[in-house]
């Protein structure tokens, strides 16, 4: 069988099994929470005190842990992108209203309350330069991204695995800094989101272990493809008003790398914890190619150790348009 027929195979298999992987790892409507349920009522008799209240923690934030509160935001935002690239995938069918189709559309319904969730707070807590920031999202979306994956199934699982579970680990992180300063309200924003990211990323990574069971081989070979490519994150080509596609992402990565949010050491621990759940050292039956293909990845968290340790966290601070003066 030609490797695109098996993964379109693979892909009607796993289909079959949509209603567990529904009920697993994403919650009904009804039961989940909404970001109304964490922000200021407007019609409250103490919406004026909890305003202010907002805004005295967020004028307190430090600078790069607030940069990069936004920065999340902006990349929850672009969902847009997100969505439309996983319904080019090879065995999902738009027109089909169950399987692939559903599990997409309803895990877009899901992320799309993070981008409100944090986008209405940032409007709220006054520190922002809200039209900047609607300027990098416009550009984010309409730039949209290459992630090297093209329609190949189990690259962009490789992918959404390894991006779900650093998603979970920047917005926990802040959240864990916001509730150490005693910004409780932003701490559980963040928490809950977090959360989400851990279903989220729990549930790809299932996808891939499942591949693994039925197409080690071309599993394997994507696992590596993805990896020599380097994952890249889905906001690789933010920009400011004035600025080409990608001019600023060093600046926020060095920026969450400072405040400690998302950082080299973070991108090793991840691709060590997916050698671990799938278990990569124990595989059986893979051809030649995927034999090296794994020799590759075992041997990689040493290698990119090595490079991490030698490479500073740049300290030249940078003025985000974003933040008001």
Not at 133 to 148: K, Q, R
Request: hydrophobic share 35%; proline share 3%; with cysteine.
């Amino acid at each position: 069988m030609r490797e695109k027929e098996l993964q379109l195979e693979v892909m009607r298999t796993l289909e079959h099994n949509m209603d567990e992987f529904i009920s697993s790892y994403l919650t009904p409507v009804e039961k989940i929470w909404q970001p109304s349920d964490f922000l200021p009522d407007s019609s409250g008799a103490n919406f004026k005190d909890e305003i202010e209240e907002l805004q005295t923690f967020a004028r307190e934030m430090p600078y790069d842990l607030f940069v990069t509160l936004i920065g999340d935001c902006i990349t929850e935002e672009a969902l847009p992108t997100y969505e439309s690239w996983l319904m080019g995938l090879d065995g999902v069918d738009q027109e089909n209203k169950t399987g692939w189709t559903q599990w997409v559309r309803a895990w877009t319904a899901e992320e799309n309350r993070h981008g409100d969730l944090l986008g209405k707070y940032l409007y709220l807590c006054g520190r922002v330069n809200m039209r900047e920031m609607e300027i990098t999202t416009h550009h984010l979306i309409n730039d949209g991204f290459d992630i090297g994956t093209s329609s190949d199934p189990y690259k962009n699982f490789v992918y959404t695995s390894f991006q779900e579970t650093a998603t979970n680990i920047s917005h926990r992180r802040v959240g864990t800094l916001a509730k150490q300063s005693g910004n409780k309200k932003l701490a559980q924003m963040c928490g809950v989101i977090a959360a989400d990211e851990a279903r989220h990323a729990k549930a790809y990574k299932d996808f891939s272990a499942r591949i693994f069971e039925m197409d080690a081989s071309g599993m394997m070979l994507a696992f590596e493809d993805m990896m020599r490519r380097k994952i890249v994150m889905p906001a690789h080509l933010l920009r400011e008003s004035g600025q080409k596609a990608g001019e600023l992402w060093e600046h926020f990565s060095d920026a969450a790398q400072r405040a400690m949010v998302y950082t080299g050491q973070d991108y090793i621990n991840i691709l060590k914890d997916l050698l671990d759940e799938w278990k990569i050292d124990g595989i059986k039956n893979l051809n030649d190619k995927a034999e090296r293909a794994r020799d590759y990845l075992m041997k990689l968290p040493d290698r990119l150790q090595r490079i991490s340790d030698r490479i500073a966290t740049p300290q030249l601070p940078y003025s985000f348009k974003w933040v008001k003066n």
